[in-house]
């Protein structure tokens, strides 16, 4: 149970003594026998009992002290364990069931971890799974357990299907006779966790500051073991608020080396023997590198096999201008692969099968029926019931459980040892067709891009254009897209490991801009350019995180791709009104965010944000990016509307 | 993708009757119009540049479908692409958007553009 306040003061007991006492009296002064009633009872039954020693000292001595200050909290121990995990933020809108944590922060150890102010919850966590995904750790994110919570699920759910580690914590009050009345008790929970549950890797609810420094080292190595994910920890108000009683046996766990799992090497050895004899491999990627480690793992494999490779963009796995970089040639290639290694790959169905949306749902394979399939990832030891983002079952040959990262190094040492000069000169042979096909398609994207390349709205291809060229000498990292941008992977040079850093997860609206300002604040430290193109819907789910990168000063240059719409559901809603033959005069009811235009340049400037647009004149582009970006260069936020054709 | 849709857009060309509607009558300027008007601009964008609905939807811009299996693609449409039948698109709009299409400017060189060239 919770520690009980220690110098909290008896006054329930106090008074219970002097209500018997009063109680006593009434009784007395009543005691007189009506006229005509029942038989009155003995004089003596009424009286109240003698005291007895403890009631007459309690009557007689002063009342206990009721202390107003204290000179230890339970908070001040929980920040000393935050400093051994190496937390630098902690995410949160401010509210009182973590009060005691949130002034042994600020007080106690001098605001580290650095509190972000941000005014959704859902803003908090998004930032830290666009942080995490940079910096490669979790930053601290802390909310009301109950109402704060509910606020944080969609982020934390967009977390769970990303694998990406956000520390998460909860304030509670768990003992029912402490809530005072009101909102302490519709902000109190017997379990908060229950919310989150389906999608945290782990969750605890400490009764001890010994528990919560367990846990709290627990949660982090949770978090932090692959498969990654959110973690989630209930914090009593009571155990951050009152004094600490057991300081001399309180300690802190180390939290020792996290070392991701590996495939079996065994497996590896047999997944080499088959990609080496393989006419055609193809290796597929998705949520693999999480450091630069596994990016030049990656580029060493796909070019000792001189394979294509084709790239789900959930990691900065693979430059985009790679000579074996297919991506962009799907079809064609997995067609004509006898081999297919995925690796850290969600959904490796959907990679490999064509659907269709209509009346009747159809699908058909894209690869040939007798294609071996291997995968490397950790999708199965992280499942639950519920939510089903782990995607359709997948026919495999060799399921390969272990870190795609992790084990890259040894799938890689197995390939180089069977691979002999024959083999060398045919990998030359099938690199070089891939690479004069990479040419082709790289001009083919440029042919593509001018298509309306002056046209008003502007294309997404121009808009995505002139940021590149405007960013393309400096030290830049994308780190947020519009759904089906592809631009920026068709036409930009990405190649560093920060260059990129994937999508939701669990696409989620409202993740991209606070997610794109986690991520810049990871960025501030290395003196990044951080962008970010991202969609006007997304954007009205949570402008209130510009407030937080204005107030933090996180230098971030945010274009919207203003369509004026939720497009993909104004697409959608067009397919059903055709599907009934009834035309799709109606699909912009419910879809669109017109009548009033939002213009999101002058809500930035609300925000303390520098505002650009709404741009609808593509010439007017670059001068106003260069703006920006000045105001990006001196450290601060600045935010660029353009109004875009739908795609 | 682009070369699938041409492929089925010429399975379907070959089912159809003979006698389709010359689509050198288009009207191009009703058919920007109409184009815009029943959402073609949606996926495949203002200036038939493409796009993407859950895949990518191809540029229409000077398209090399013939025009009968443009209609052919309109009226049963492929994948996810909507269907447009006769009473939602009548045959003188699809001949008009046809004529648009032809009308666009299309590709420019891109070696002309600076800053595709980075």
Known sequence: ??????????????????????????????????????????????????PGPRQIAAETQP?????????TSGGDFMVDVFKTLDIDYLAMNCASSFRGLHEAVINYNNNKPEILTCPHEEIAVAMGHGYAKIEGKPLAFICHGVVGLQHATMAMYNAWCDRVPVYCMGGNIVEADKRMPGAEWVHSAVDIGALTRDFTKWDDQPTSLQHFADSAVRAYRVAMTPPMGPVLLSLDAELQ?????????????????????????GALAEAAKLLVAAQNPVILCDRLARSPAGLASMIELAETLQCAVIDNVGRMNFPSRHPLNMSFRRGPVLGQADVIL????????????????????????VAKKDAKVITIGTRE???????????????????????????????LEQVKRLVDDGRKSAFAERGKKLGAARLAMIEQAKSDATLGWDSSPITTARMCAEVYVQ???????????SIRNTWPHRLWDIKKPYQWNGVSGGSGVGYNLPSSIGAALANKRHGRVTVAFGGDGDFMFVPGAL??????KIPLLYVIQNNRAYHQEVMYLQAMAARHGRGIQNAHIGTTITDPNVDYATVARGFGVHGEGPITDPNELAPAIKRALAVVKRGEPALIDVVTDPR | MKAYVLGAAVLMLAALPAGAQDASKGDAANGK??????????????????????YPAPALAQTQLPFDGFKGVLRESLRDMPAYVEAVLPDKDVADIYAFLQSLPGRRPAKDIAILNN
Not at chain 1, 385 to 408: H, K
């Open chain 1, 547 to 552: 407030w937080t990168a204005a107030h933090h």
């Open chain 1, 241 to 265: 608020e009152n004094p600490i009683r057991d300081a001399e046996t309180l300690r802190i766990p180390k939290l020792g080396k996290v070392v991701p799992p590996m495939g079996d090497s």
């Open chain 1, 63 to 71: 009342p206990v002290k009721d202390p107003a200050t204290q000179t």
């Open chain 2, 33 to 54: 119009r109409v184009f815009v008007s029943v959402g073609c601009h949606y996926c495949h964008g203002r200036s038939g540049q493409g796009g993407a609905l859950n």
């Open chain 1, 381 to 411: 030891m992280l499942i639950k019931a519920n939510y089903q983002d782990f995607a359709r079952f997948p026919e495999v040959d060799l399921a390969i459980t272990g870190d795609g990262q992790a084990s890259l190094p040894a799938l």
């Open chain 1, 471 to 481: 960013i393309k000498d400096e030290d830049w990292s994308l780190v947020g897209n």
């Open chain 1, 342 to 365: 995925a690796l850290e790959v969600n959904d490796v169905w959907g990679t490999l099968n064509q659907f269709s949306d209509r009346i009747v749902r159809s699908s058909r394979p």
């Open chain 1, 1 to 50: 149970m919770p520690q009980r306040r220690d110098d909290s003061p008896v006054i329930g007991r106090r008074n219970f003594l002097k209500g018997a006492t009063l109680a006593g009296t009434a009784a007395a002064i009543t005691a007189s026998p009506p006229a005509k009633a029942m038989p009155a009872p003995p004089a003596d039954t009424l009286k109240a009992a003698l």
